[in-house]
Structure formats: structure tokens, C-alpha cells
């Protein structure tokens, strides 16, 4: 059982985590900043984000009042303004900097100028993008740039467990105390197979989304909630957790796909069409905004259509677009297409709403610190009140940047003030499993995935949230046992951490008596006139 003892602690190498790191860095050169991943470096939602990023570029035709206006339209009453007013007018300096990094955004032909896109709920043209592969762009960049600090150190195939706060010291531990403290983690070496105590100063979670909670998601199969099911287990307050986005537009692939290939939001603000089977649009019954109107709004109305009809996808139409400008913009798109066996510029896309982003999360402040000291939250798995009830595309590489500066910020001026603590004990390893009965993870983890998909998806009702909560008891207990009796494996920790996950989408959307940006429910189909968030 080993221990080891770093100044900061950075679980996640994301867009967040890394950012954070390489700021860090170069403010305090001396100290040593320790990444962990769960599997290599540049794995991460970030690497999955096609859209790109949005920032107030062109202030000729757009301005910060008018992204400001549009970020609260789409969280439908629940954003925290403040901090919708930070994300947007400190964003652009953040985007620049990567800039200086080596992202490099698509410009326009001819002329010294980013190719600014257009997404749903954008009232102007601000997306700065890298043909569709922006997030594999930005973590190529920050990855690059992170090699260049000596004082950065990535560990890969580490598996967090658990935050490190008093309860492990002995001391009784209230839900929520304000005295709560983190000393960093438990973590599983993947390759040694052995449990080790990460020690820190300081911590920052950046452990992404929780996506693969439903059987249909574009999250990579490590989004498993982790961060946000730790932070919950050490006490710290979990936000609006029944924000659970939906984009609208996976490509509906029968053979099957985890995770589901998603079909850019900016594909539509491109001028891709919603329609039919026959070829016939229909969002003109949704919203005046049509295929750009936000995404739940988008996502409610193919999942209403396809049960209305009684198939299993609807259709993108890109057929009347220029073939080279489409191939242009979505190269990666257009290859996924064909590999399957059709070409986008003769026959529509079918396309199919899948888990995408996770809005709420461990609820943090201003300068992304949680309830429990020392501990900070950026990133999806944080809940930042950006977003409210509903993320406006490509807003989510944005916040992530600014709050990593300002984390780092914070991190910096308060650094000197912490010190490691030496009386953690180490995890107690005892257990076995057979291997045979790694049969009871895999299906516990199917029955997981589809009591989430039928019962708390995108339309729920007090009927199917309840049967959901019964069904996920008998989940909970049945996998607390295996975690009581066996050796710790990253499959049973992911299936615990999802099981948490559920509980808490599931018993935020139960105390939601109204319907509001991503979450609807059949039975209080109408938004209340006063907002509220739901904090666990």
C-alpha cells in the first residue's frame, strides 16, 4: 500500500483539468501539480466536443449583452446571472490564450477571419470551431502545452475512489457541514491492481459527465459520474442534477454504438433540416426557431415524433447543402455516414436524441470552490449556475476555461496556507470476487441503464420517477454488498458511482412539481412563476 504526498492534486485531464494545471504551473513553478486519469491523457469529454467553443468574437454584429440574453433564454430562469455575465465577458481573453497555446480555429477562405458558426439558441454567429473535431483540437493543444511544465505530472490508469475528508479520520461527519475538508483521494493503480492515498494540499475535481447513466449517450464509456457520486459520498452539496441534456441528434445507428456518434449541433446551424421519414419538416409545430431552436426543446420534439409514429429515429436533411462546403466543415461526419453504408449529400441522416451533457453537479461558487474546503469543482462535473435548466450550445469548453483561471487564481493566493495532513489511513483492501461473478456487474449496469432510459428520460411522470426509485434501491443494495465482500474493481466502482448518479437525477427530477428546460414531466406540465434549485 503506497502513499504519496503532492501540493495539488488534479483528478481529470480535460479541458478544465489541464487548463488549470498549465496556469498553475507557471504561477507556482516550484510546487508539484499531479494529474490523474482513469484511462490515458487524452481521453476526456472535452476530446468529444464537435461543435466548438462561443465567445463574443465579432463585436460589429454580436456583443456580450446579446450571448448574456441568449444563455438565459435557453437555462429557462434557473442561470445564475453573475456568473453568466463572468463566463461571457472573460471568456474571449480565455480563448485567446489557447489560441496562443496552438488551437488552431478554422478561418475563412481569403480573408484573416475565424469561421464563426451558428448553433440553436445562438442569436448571432460566435462559434469558433475546428471543422468538427474542436474538442480533439483543444486537447491536442493543452496537452502540448502541459508537456512544457516539468512541475506537471500525469498519472494514467489511476481510478479515484474516494475524496479524503474527516470520516476517514474517525470524526463524525454531518451532511453538508461547513467544517468538512478534503485531503485528496483514494485511488485504484489500474496497472498494479493496488489502492493508493493521494495526499494534497489542495484538490480540484474535474472528472467530467455522467452520460453512460443511459443506455443511448455521445459521452465516452468513462463518463461515469464519478467525481460528482464522490463529492456526494464526502458530503458536499449536489445541484440540480435532473438537468440531464439530451442532444437531439446522435446518428441512429441500428447495429449499435457506444457511445452514440454525435451529429454536431452545427450541422443544423449549418442548414441542416428536421424532417420525416417522407421528407416532410415538422418542428414548425414546436417552435418558430424550427431545426435551431434549443436543444431540449429539439430533443422533446423527435422523441414526441417518434413515438408518434411509432419509429425508432428522425432525419437530418442535408441533401440541398454544397457538397464541398459540407465535407469542409464536417469531414469526420460525412466519413461516419459513409462507413455505414450511405452518402449525407444523397440520402438524410437518421438521427436520434442521446445523453449528452450533464447540468448540474457539485455546487460551487464563483471562483469554483465546493462546500467542502479545499476542495474545488470545474468543468461538466460541476454545477456553476451557467447553465440553469438547460446549456446553451457549445457554452460548456467556455465555462471550463474561465473557471480553471479562476480556480487557479484562488489556488495561487491561498496556497501557502495549507498544508498536507499525515494521519489519513490508508484504504482497507480486504475482499475477494470471483471472476466469475463479474457477471453481476455487467448486468446490473444493462438494468441501470434502462430503468434510466424508459423511466427518467427525456418526458417523465411521478408514475415512472417512483418505479425508477424502487428499481434503484434494490440496485443499491445489492451492489453495496458486492462493494462490502469484494475487491475493489474499476467496473464495480463505475457501476457504484452510476447508481448514484441515478439516485440523485431521479430524486431531484421526484421534488421538480413543474416542468422546466430539460426536465418535463407529464403530470406538472407548466413552469412555476418562482425558481428554485434542487440541492442534494
Known sequence: MSRIETDILVLGSGIAGLSFAIKTARQLPDKEILVLTKTVEGESNTRYAQGGVAAVWDHEHDSFDKHIADTLDAGAGLCNEDVVRIVVEEGPERVREIIEWGARFDKEKEVDMYDLAKEGGHSESRILHYKDLTGWEIQRTLMEEAKRYPNIKVLEHYFALEFITQHHLGHMVIRVTPGIECYGCYALNKQTNSIETLLSRVTICCTGGAGQVYNATTNPVIASGDGVAMAYRAKARIENMEFMQFHPTSLYNPAGENPSFLVSEAVRGHGGILKTEEGEEFMQHYDPRLSLAPRDIVARAIDAEMKKRGTDCMYLDCR?????????????????????????????????????????????????????????????????????????????????????????????????????????????????????????????????????????????????????????????????????????????????????????????????????????????????????????
Open 320 to 536: 440541398h447543402l454544397n457538397e464541398e462546403d459540407f465535407i469542409a466543415h464536417f469531414p469526420t461526419i460525412h466519413e461516419k455516414c459513409k462507413s455505414i453504408g450511405f452518402d449525407p449529400m444523397t440520402s438524410m441522416i437518421p438521427v436520434v436524441p442521446a445523453c449528452h451533457y450533464t447540468c448540474g453537479g457539485i455546487q460551487v461558487d464563483e471562483m469554483g470552490r465546493s462546500s467542502i474546503k479545499r476542495l474545488y469543482a470545474a468543468g461538466e462535473c460541476s454545477g456553476t449556475g451557467l447553465h440553469g435548466a438547460n446549456r446553451l450550445a457549445s457554452n460548456s469548453l467556455l465555462e471550463a476555461l474561465v473557471f480553471a483561471h479562476r480556480i487557479s487564481k484562488d489556488v495561487c493566493d491561498k496556497f501557502d496556507s495549507w498544508s498536507i495532513n499525515n494521519k489519513v489511513p490508508d484504504w482497507n483492501a480486504e475482499g475477494t470476487m470471483d471472476p466469475q461473478e463479474l457477471v453481476l456487474i455487467t448486468q446490473s449496469l444493462k438494468e441501470l441503464k434502462s430503468i434510466m432510459s424508459y423511466y427518467v428520460g427525456i418526458v417523465r411522470s411521478n408514475l415512472r420517477l417512483k418505479r425508477a426509485m424502487d428499481r434503484l434501491y434494490l440496485l443499491y443494495k445489492e451492489t453495496e454488498e458486492l462493494y462490502k465482500t469484494s475487491t475493489i474493481s474499476p467496473q464495480l466502482m463505475e457501476l457504484r458511482n452510476l447508481i448514484t448518479i441515478a439516485y440523485l437525477i431521479t430524486r431531484s427530477a421526484s421534488d421538480r412539481r413543474e416542468s422546466r428546460g430539460l426536465h418535463f414531466t407529464t403530470d406538472y406540465p407548466d413552469q412555476l412563476d418562482f425558481k428554485e434549485n434542487s440541492i442534494l
